[in-house]
């Protein structure tokens, strides 16, 4: 089969490898689509996985083969794998901060090259035991109805991890809620906030995105070369925004959000995923009452709620998420399609190679 294997920093090469052969409680998908999420690309590009390694997680396809004592799936399934699922048992997993758990950690899908990484950038991958689940209790492989395109599908895993984010925020429908950045991630933090009946302002430097990001009702752009805050304050009787998303990994934008939101706010780091220092005024946490916090990855906690998400969005046209495409690019031009979803443009949202 044909894969794109990550080979050294910056070095993505699409190559011929072996096909994944499958144990007992495994599966064999053949892919269809796989979107080029941020955090692939910042492995690409810091080295911080040996390599070589196929990476991608944002998958749909059909099951090609499956394991002996497999239950609940048969081949020609159309399907999305998670690629991590937790225990279930550990603490983490009993205070359902799932990202923490040990077993979490852990890849359960790969296209065999290597440590397992997601293996999306590949013709097959292979579904390991802990992820197929055991046909009853629902795990890691979701089946997708005839009706939804696998390019939706694929979304099912980033919307979840949206989706965690903002139920942590528990907005409520007289909130305000402005999103920093309006990439594929940003606009879907921005339309599942919407849903809450919360007037949603979002923030990006290129109009092109904001023309995106009205296709799902998101009708308050705000232009990021201006000046957001007061922007913030004008709508709000110039206390601020109750709640600031960060859906881009700038460290600077830290003090910018929560200069944008009125004392008792919240900021929400979505995009925070390399270490670093960010300086912020620690009197507005203590005497603003102002409250900085995370998310992180999905929670099998509301997988099957962002999966109604996805299929009933489709279905009603209101979460249409292939209308974030912007850019398909086939197996042999993945080292293209990294470099472009690497290096951003204005009219470029999200990137996904078509294997099939």
Avoid at 58 to 73: D, K
Wanted: aromatic share 6%; glycine share 10%; net charge negative.
């Amino acid at each position: 089969m044909q894969a794109a294997v990550y080979r050294a920093i910056d070095d993505v090469r699409t190559e011929a490898v072996s096909i994944p052969a499958i144990g007992k409680g495994e599966v064999l998908v053949r892919l269809d689509t796989c979107g080029i999420c941020g955090t692939d690309l910042k492995k690409i590009h810091t080295g911080s996985h040996s390599a070589p390694r196929v990476f991608g997680h944002e998958m749909a396809g059909t099951i090609a083969a499956i394991g002996e004592g497999v239950q609940g799936f048969a081949v020609g399934d159309r399907v999305m794998a998670f690629h991590h699922i937790p225990c279930g048992t550990c603490f983490y997993c009993r205070k359902h901060t799932f990202a923490q758990c040990e077993t979490y950690k852990k890849v359960g899908t790969t296209a065999g090259v290597g440590e397992a990484a997601g293996g999306g950038f590949a013709e097959y991958i292979r579904v390991m035991d802990w992820i197929v689940g055991d046909g009853n209790t629902p795990a890691g492989l979701i089946k997708i109805p005839d009706d939804i395109p696998f390019e939706q599908a694929a979304f099912i895993e980033p919307v979840n991890t949206c989706f965690k984010a903002v139920k942590l925020l528990a907005l409520e429908p007289d909130d305000t809620v402005l999103v920093i950045g309006q990439g594929s991630i940003g606009i879907i933090l921005a339309a599942l906030a919407k849903q809450t009946g919360a007037t949603v302002l979002t923030s990006d430097m290129y109009p092109e995105r904001h023309a995106v990001a009205a296709k799902f009702g998101l009708d308050h752009p705000l232009d990021a070369r201006g000046d957001v805050v007061a922007a913030c304050k004008a709508v709000t009787e110039d206390r601020g925004a109750d709640v600031a998303l960060v859906a881009v990994g700038a460290d600077a934008l830290i003090a910018t959000a929560m200069a944008a939101i009125r004392p008792g706010g919240r900021v929400m780091l979505f995009a925070s995923t390399q270490h670093g220092t960010a300086p912020f005024d620690p009197a507005a946490v203590c005497m603003d009452e102002k409250t900085l916090m995370g998310s992180y990855s999905a929670s099998v906690a509301i997988q099957q709620e962002g999966i109604d998400l996805v299929f009933e969005g489709y279905r009603s046209g209101k979460l249409d998420f292939t209308q974030l495409i912007s850019h398909r690019f086939t197996l042999d031009a993945a080292a293209k399609a990294v470099h472009l979803a690497s290096n951003p443009q204005p009219d470029s949202m999200k990137i996904v190679l078509k294997l099939s």
